[in-house]
Nanobody, 112 residues
Framework: QVQLVESGGGLVQPGGSLRLSCAPS????????MDWYRQAPGKQRELVAT???????NYADSVKGRFTISRDNAKRTVYLQMNSLKPEETAVYFC??????WGQGTQVTVSS
């Protein structure tokens, strides 16, 4: 059973930054494309960012220029650096491995 363990969420003021981490279990990591999703209360889960096994990235228009997805294959970890956070980005953020596995989610709250 594959487990994806997220960390790094928390409370941050508007305009602040957070870095999320996701470390899937298992020894093979580098071959998988990875995503970050988020789900705000009462809303559908939405794709935030994707990184392929080769390191190509793609972002939702709403986060371009502020969020950065990256991966460290040696540490078997994917990251989401989030800058200039907005209150409307308060959500549970989920790590996703593209063969179908999800993390449990980490809460990000943007509030003064």
């Amino acid at each position: 059973q594959v487990q994806l363990v997220e960390s790094g969420g928390g409370l941050v003021q508007p305009g602040g930054s957070l870095r999320l981490s996701c470390a899937p279990s298992g020894t093979i990591f580098y071959i998988y494309n990875m995503d970050w999703y988020r789900q705000a209360p009462g809303k559908q889960r939405e794709l935030v960012a994707t990184i392929t096994s080769l390191g190509s990235t793609n972002y939702a228009d709403s986060v371009k220029g502020r969020f950065t997805i990256s991966r460290d294959n040696a540490k078997r970890t994917v990251y989401l650096q989030m800058n200039s956070l907005k209150p409307e980005e308060t959500a549970v953020y989920f790590c996703h491995r593209q063969d179908g596995y999800w993390g449990q989610g980490t809460q990000v709250t943007v509030s003064s």
